[in-house]
Every structure is written in C-alpha cells, then in structure tokens.
C-alpha cells in the first residue's frame, strides 16, 4: 500500500493549446501514456477518478467531464470529488510523467486540516501534484463563486498548506513538443 488511504483525481481534459490540440494524455513517454503514467503513480489509491475525456488505459478508473466541458482543473475536481469516498485525495494532472517518487511524500505530509502540494526549488507550487484532505477541498470548492475557469490558484487560497520540495524532478509536466521530447529523452538517461 502506498500511504494512509486514499483515493486519486487525475485532471486528463485540457485543450493542449501548446501542443496543437493533440490528446496529451494519451502521448507516449517511455513506453506508456502520460495518463497511464499518471495512474501508476497511485497504485495504493481506492478508488481513482480521472476527470476528462474517456481513453484507453491500464487499470479500472471511474471517469467524468468537468460542466461545462473544457470549464479547467477546478471544474474537474469538482466532478470528480463526488465519485470519491476517502478522507484523503491525491490530485495530479496527466502530464506528470516523473511524479510518481513524490506521491508517498504528499501523503505523509498532508496536514490535518489542509493539503500538501509539490513545490519546485524555488518555492513555485505546482497546485496540480497535491495531497487535499477531502473535506478541505469540498470546503474550498463550495468557497468560490464559480468553477468554470477558476483557476487552482484561488482554490487553495487560505487552505493550510505542507510544501513538499521537489527533489527529483517530479514534478516537471509535458506542456509542449519540447517538454514530450525532454521526457522522453529522460527515460533514455
């Protein structure tokens, strides 16, 4: 078991602007989909949710669409948090190839009444590589005016937070052509 339990949320819808509109989570970083990558990264997790279209992946996954479609991260969590049960929920987008190290060190530091996010060196959160107490996050969804387009941002704004410093790389996401082919460069390393 990876951690407490725990379900997971992973974030797979987006337009991928950068990438020319191609399906980003189903582009192949050593071997697999960056969305089976992502899966793989929470293999403790009871139930997991991935809010976005339905694609092919590795293991059973319970699926939903953010309303209105295409309405951002926060949309999606708020879809999928109704298809979880557990106290403690990993969020991570779909285009983390690396984050799988970080997930057991979110978990451990979740506070008890907040959530733990990966930070890079510098102290940036990434909001999308995060450990939320499910209430904590029902709290904050209920807080803002609307979902669609709200950015991850002003959800965790005044949410207590454990900043997990990101050691390893982790947390470095696929936005771009060049991002895809840096990864995929890294699984040659």
């Known amino acids: 078991m990876d951690g407490p339990a725990h379900d997971a949320i992973v974030l797979a819808g987006g337009r991928a602007r950068r ?9 192949f970083v050593g071997g697999a989909s960056l969305l ?11 139930r997991v949710v991935v809010a976005g279209p339905r694609r092919p992946v ?8 953010e309303q209105p479609a295409g ?7 708020a879809a999928a948090v109704p298809l979880t049960t557990a106290a403690l929920l990993v969020v991570l987008a779909a285009d983390l190839p690396w984050v799988a190290p970080a997930v057991p060190l979110l978990l451990a530091a979740v506070p008890p009444d907040g959530r733990a996010v990966l930070a890079d060196t510098g102290g940036r959160d990434n909001h999308l590589a995060a450990c939320w107490r499910r209430a904590t996050l029902l709290a904050a969804l ?16 005044d949410v207590a937070t454990v900043r997990v410093t990101d050691r390893g790389g982790w947390g470095q996401d696929c936005d771009t052509w060049d991002d895809l082919a840096a990864a995929r460069a890294r699984v040659h390393d």
Do not use: I
Not at 19 to 27: F, N, Y
């Open 36 to 46: 089976d990558r992502a899966l793989g990264a929470v293999p403790g997790a009871g």
């Open 58 to 65: 590795a293991r059973a996954v319970s699926w939903c669409v």
């Open 71 to 77: 309405g951002g991260p926060v949309a999606g969590l």
């Open 142 to 157: 209920a807080r803002l005016p609307v979902l669609a387009g709200a950015s991850m941002r002003s959800l965790a704004a």
């Open 19 to 27: 990438l020319a509109g191609a399906d980003k989570p189903a582009e």
